[in-house]
């Protein structure tokens, strides 16, 4: 018999299908790397584990020494469900597919405990490491039983199976720097309080709005969001852009650390000619600059005269409270340069040498960026000084802007609706949990009334899609921030605020008041320790069912009492007070004209009376009501009470 000979090309063609065919039937079992070693899976309901393997393959799974089987759809997807376990460990988890000797799951050091997802903007991403007294609570940062997994960024257009990277860590001092601070402190007292085993999912991502962490499903649900959400629909989120937004970030940061076009060496100069600069006073802000929003480096300058005692001698200057990222000069000569060191002093020393008497010139290099930049108030810490003699900077200023390279554009794609749900939030989904903890609103403070629909869709929709009921929300309120106003005024973070307290009407859910701990000049307190215990209290009252108070004074009703309003509340505990024991402050009335006035208030029993010689008919009372107001109403716990307002008159962000 005479062999046939086969075409090499046919016979490559025939080894490639048997690669295939052998690749297709003995796929690998695996899971989505929200699983891993040193995980924290949830006690008290039947654990979910899912993942892929070749189609119709028997799956075996075992769970110390608890097993399970199921079988993968024609996709080879499957998902198998734990019975119910208490808290403990460590556990092993194996899976195996028995058609398939040669592929095997195996997950050490597993803790059976409670495991919160914490999402939100940065306030939630921030770190341990940049939280206040960091170095000591890194350095006391040993729970084995506290896990943390950092669920890596991503966006994308269509819901995603998995995450693009992370993994579990148990926290120690090397892994907890870079954890959320918010969440770590939650987490510790967590622990403490409920002595089991905690897990934080962290899925964060700096100054994104709420739509960009519902589904479009959900969206579409709203004509607030539907257009924007179907115009996604022409985007295509090609990898160049990615990439092009990376070398973006490069060149900008490139321009703020080096000075474009020879600028450090000619605009600090004595001789510089800055007639045609626009005046400013400060301390003042970008975003009362009347520039609108601006992303690029700008540069100030101010002449300032001094003294004959101060000539050839050691001074000292403080810049008070500017943005992070700027450089300081004092006749031509750079002073500093601060990049992202939120724990600078920024008090620096001219040395005697460029000092003269008379005319001498001061110039600040800042980068304006996220819609942020300036010299912060207040102004008394913005001076010279030489020994006991001081010399306010505060007043005129020259600035300009665009005389450097222009920020390149970034395209953002973070911002956009549902993309970061996609491949942030969906991967996750069913993983057991037990609720949710959230630090969100800064971003969406501009359109704010929307926000009272939009937020209340996101905890709905997460809660929809998870499949275990109402989980448990708990969210932190905006704290004070920005320039503190000497007058009543309208503000879109106090309307902000109004919208979060709003979304309390949802079943299980718990709001963290703060409005007493954050900085006028920065946008990110650093008191993260107080965020983290204010969210604790509340779920060991709602979730976990302790006696305590878990919250401050929250407004319940009022009424009017001739020329006064009385005001009351729930959540008082054994009394309502005035934060150490001075005159109540942040209340405000308001009559027919709605013009408020700062008002007397007056405790009484679990009410406050409020009343202004300026208002004889009084409608309304706000308090609170202000992007950093001075406020003090606590209770005996000394947690402050809810911003609130007793009207419902048209604000600002009212379309």
């Known amino acids: 018999m005479i062999a046939m000979k086969v075409p090499v090309r046919t016979s490559l063609l025939f080894f490639t299908l048997f690669l295939l065919f052998q690749t297709f039937s003995f796929a690998q079992i695996s899971v989505p790397k929200v699983f891993g070693d040193s995980m924290v899976l949830q006690r008290g309901v039947k654990i979910p584990v899912w993942g892929n393997s070749t189609p119709g393959a028997i799956i075996v799974a075992k769970l110390g020494n608890v097993r399970a089987t199921t079988k993968a759809d024609g996709k080879g997807r499957w998902q198998i469900r734990f019975p119910v376990f208490k808290a403990g460990g460590p556990y092993v988890l194996e899976l195996s597919e028995p058609g398939n000797p040669g592929t095997k799951i195996k997950l050490k050091g597993i803790l059976i405990g409670d495991v919160w997802v914490a999402s939100g903007q940065s306030n939630m991403e921030w770190q341990v490491q940049q939280a206040k007294d960091a170095g000591k609570e890194i350095a006391n940062a040993n729970f084995p039983q506290i896990r943390f997994l950092v669920v890596e960024q991503d966006k994308q257009l269509k819901p995603q199976p998995d995450i693009r990277g992370g993994r579990w860590k148990v926290c120690d001092s090397v892994n907890v720097k870079e954890c959320s601070a918010v969440a770590y402190f939650f987490a510790r007292k967590i622990h403490h309080d409920q002595n089991v085993p905690i897990g934080i999912i962290q899925s964060t991502w700096g100054g994104t709005p709420v739509e960009a962490w519902t589904s479009r499903d959900m969206l579409l649900t709203s004509p607030i969001t539907k257009t924007r959400v179907l ?222 629909k939009l937020f209340p869709m996101l905890i709905t929709d997460w809660r929809q899609r998870w499949q275990q009921g109402n989980l448990p929300f708990l969210f932190a309120q905006l704290a004070n921030y920005m320039k503190t106003k000497p007058l009543p005024s309208e503000s879109e973070w106090a309307e902000l605020r109004e919208a979060q307290t709003l979304a309390l009407s949802l079943p299980n859910t718990g709001m963290a008041c703060i409005i007493d701990i954050g900085e006028a000049n920065d946008i990110h307190p650093k008191n993260k320790q107080e965020v983290g215990r204010r969210l604790a209290l509340i779920a060991d009252k709602l979730v976990y069912k302790e006696d305590c108070i878990a919250s401050g004074p929250v407004y319940k009703s009022f009424r009017k009492d001739g020329n006064r309003i009385r005001i009351s509340f729930t959540n008082t505990g054994k009394g309502l007070l005035a934060k150490h024991g001075k005159e109540l402050t942040g209340f405000a009335i308001a009559g027919n004209d709605k013009q408020f006035h700062w008002a007397k208030a007056i405790i009484k029993g679990n009410e406050v009376i409020v009343s202004c010689d300026k208002v004889a008919g009084p409608l309304a009372v706000r308090y609170a009501w202000a992007d950093n107001p001075e406020c003090n109403l606590v209770n005996d716990e000394g947690l402050p009470a809810a911003p609130f307002r007793t009207d419902e008159w048209k604000g600002i962000t009212q379309k």
């Open 231 to 452: 115009s996604n629909d022409t985007l295509s989120l090609d990898q160049k852009d990615f990439v092009t937004d990376s070398l973006n970030w490069v060149r900008i940061w490139n321009i703020v650390y080096n000075p474009q076009n020879n600028t450090d060496k000619i605009v600090p100069a004595k001789e510089y000619n800055d007639a045609e600069w626009t005046t400013i006073e400060m301390p003042n802000v970008l975003k009362d600059f009347g520039i609108g929003y601006y992303e690029g480096m700008v540069w100030l300058r101010k002449k300032i005269i001094l003294p004959e005692s101060f000539n050839q001698k050691d001074l000292t200057i403080n810049l008070g409270h500017p943005e992070m990222n700027y450089s300081l000069y004092f006749n031509g000569e750079e002073i500093c340069r601060n990049i992202w060191n939120a724990n600078a002093t920024h008090s620096y020393t001219v040395p005697a040498r460029l000092v003269q008497h008379g005319e001498n010139i001061i110039a600040v290099r800042v980068a304006m960026m996220w819609g942020g930049g300036g010299l912060n108030p207040p102004a008394e810490d913005l001076y010279i000084a030489g020994g006991a003699s001081k010399i306010s900077l505060a007043g005129k200023w020259l600035y300009k802007k665009d005389i450097e390279t222009a920020f390149p554009k970034i395209l953002n794609y973070q911002y956009y609706p549902t993309v970061l749900f996609n491949a942030m939030i969906n991967p996750l989904i069913p993983y057991g949990i037990k609720g949710f903890i959230w630090y969100q609103g800064e971003s969406n403070a501009g359109a704010a009334y929307n926000y009272r």
